[in-house]
């Protein structure tokens, strides 16, 4: 596709629940990255793909949050047991070569909202 | 440990006045230093880099390690520059994420 595809736009769950968040990057993006955007706040760096593989996960706020790129393409964002807290927009980035931060593309985010 | 600082919240200007958007960072080496426009309902997009010194929309911004300030400056200000400002870094090597500040809304009046 021409940008980062980020789905569903705005996701409301319940408190407990399982979610899951989709990226489709740019394709021949080999770098994908998930930020986290709190109200008020500047996005925080979730986790960072190499092609398939997790090269840093450091992000994560604790084992609830996981995600995964199988293919080295399309990435989910799984959260489990989905807490008030984790309200926020989920940012998706993709970027062709993961030697510099220059060339990351941001999809339009998804809206999630734990009630 | 690498930060950066947006003091301001919200800043107002008049169509046609000079705008400086404050930025500071915290980083023990060499970072690259970046500004990221946010305009309403879209997504967040790269305004420009301190690397390419470049000047994007009659925006410029440089980077002074001395002061450790990456402040980004237009000398008149037009309605289609309202939008959110977020300065951000990367601090290089093996550290391929970006550490944003907390964004500045930037509001242009007639």
């Known amino acids: 596709g021409a940008g980062v595809s980020q789905t569903p736009s705005n996701k409301v769950t319940e408190k407990g629940k399982y979610v899951e968040l989709r990226c489709d990057p740019i394709s021949g993006h080999t770098a994908l990255y998930w930020y986290r955007q709190s109200l008020g706040q500047g996005p925080e760096f979730l986790i960072y793909?190499?092609?398939?593989?997790?090269?840093?996960d450091s992000g994560l706020p604790n084992d609830r949050f996981f995600a995964v790129r199988p293919e080295g393409s399309v990435s989910t964002l799984k959260i489990q047991r989905t807490e008030r807290g984790d309200s926020a927009v989920y940012l998706c980035a993709s970027s062709p070569d993961s030697g510099t931060a220059y060339g990351y593309t941001f999809g339009s985010g998804t809206r999630l909202t734990v009630v | 440990a690498q930060r950066v600082t947006q003091p301001e919240k919200l800043l107002s200007v008049f169509k046609g006045a000079p705008v400086e958007l404050k930025c500071n960072y915290s980083y023990s080496g060499s970072p690259e230093l970046f500004w990221y426009v946010q305009y309403s309902r879209q997504r967040l997009q790269l305004l420009l880099r301190h690397i390419s010194r470049e000047s994007i929309k009659g925006f410029t911004a440089d980077l002074n390690k001395g002061e450790t300030s990456f402040h980004l400056k237009k000398p008149f200000a037009q309605e289609e520059d309202s939008a959110m400002y977020y300065c951000a870094l990367w601090g290089g090597g093996s550290n391929y994420k970006l550490t944003f500040g907390k964004g500045t809304l930037l509001t242009v009046n007639p």
């Open positions: 793909f190499q092609g398939t593989g997790a090269a840093d």
